[in-house]
């Protein structure tokens, strides 16, 4: 079958090097794709924000799966405009614009875990009218404060603040000032669970589901998680910590009733759930949903999946998934991504990529890379993971940093700590 991958990261470029192993597929498209993923499939130059040209494209080359990678075409409504269009016969992974809410809306997520006892941290919702309100709650809680934009920021769009009247401050600049535009014309506050954080993924065919490798990321730019919020320095699967009872717990408390929730309401949902997670005291909690694979879990987690993700997407799409049984890797698998210079704050592009054809024992998974004048080159804040097995953790990780450091570019830059607090 002829297979369609929407984005253009290192998510999509895991996913697609998985994909490319199947033999049930005939023809992988990336749209747009990037110099890594044009090593495993065909790139398609294509705005993916024209909904009507891919379409087009889905027609006009028989593709019959269309997996959609990041957040925005989904919570947009990508699957609602392809299912909806004459003529397609398709499967499409990732859920429509109703359940791409349990995302792209910070405010309807926690509602819908409050309707199902889905344990997760206790919040109000304020808008730039019950400001006032907003600063009473604050009040009434302990610090740190964690301030969360309602609508989608682009991993920016949360703050955990210490001070009080920092946070009062904040919270004006997000709903008076915009601070992020339109995502912050409501702001969702919360108590601050302390504990260690990780993640869950499930992929559903609306009733049924799989649990995929768990895995854990590192947010911060600087070594001990200090610094600035990123889209993720690195991560490690499996996750020493998540042993079978607290799976069980997860499962039983979060994953069933988050999907039987979804069934319950009436929420058509074929796709990917992330679960983001916190254990506290041993006991798991919701930090937030995702409707799509995270990144850079997904450079671990591919990794490790055994079964053919290809058989599983065919079996979401015919809600035939409680046939199908997941096997892992039982190795660990690590990732290190290097990042440009200043990143997340501003950074050059376009900085000559040397030395990848050096790198031994890795799976080198391209983010923010271009080809410019023939030659690869950076175009992205983080640019490439460097995902590598061992027997255990600090062995995968010894074969990521050796990957790391066998190839240049100007102002490079990444986290020597990937793995540090397990």
Known sequence: MNILVIGSGGREHAISWKISQSSMCDKLFIAPGNPGTAQVGENVPMDVSDFAVVADFIRSNSVEIVLVGPEDPLVNGIHDYLIDTEGLDITVIGPRKEGAQLEGSKDFSKQFMMRHDIPTAKYQTFTSDDIEKGYAFLESLEA???????????GKGVLILNDLQEAKDELRSMLVDAKFGNASAQVVIEEFLSGIEFSVFALTDG?????????????????????LNTGGMGAVSPVPFVDDVMMEKVVSRIVEPTIT?????KIPYVGFVFFGLISVNGEPFVIEYNCRMGDPETEVV?????SD????LKAAGNGTLSK?????????????????GGYPESYQKGCAISGLENVENCLVFHAGTTMQDGKLVTSGGRVMAFTAYGSDKKKALEQSYEGVKRICFDNINYRKDIGFDL
């Open 144 to 154: 740190p404060y964690v301030l969360k934009a309602d609508g989608l920021a682009a």
């Open 207 to 227: 009733k049924d589901y799989v649990i995929l490798p768990e895995a854990k990321d590192y947010k911060r730019i600087g070594e001990g998680d200090t610094g």
């Open 261 to 265: 929730g979804l069934a319950k309401e």
């Open 302 to 306: 591919m990794p490790r999946l055994k």
């Open 309 to 312: 993700l290809v058989s599983l």
């Open 324 to 340: 199908e049984v997941v096997e892992f890797d039982d190795r660990s698998a690590t990732t290190v991504m290097v990042v440009s």
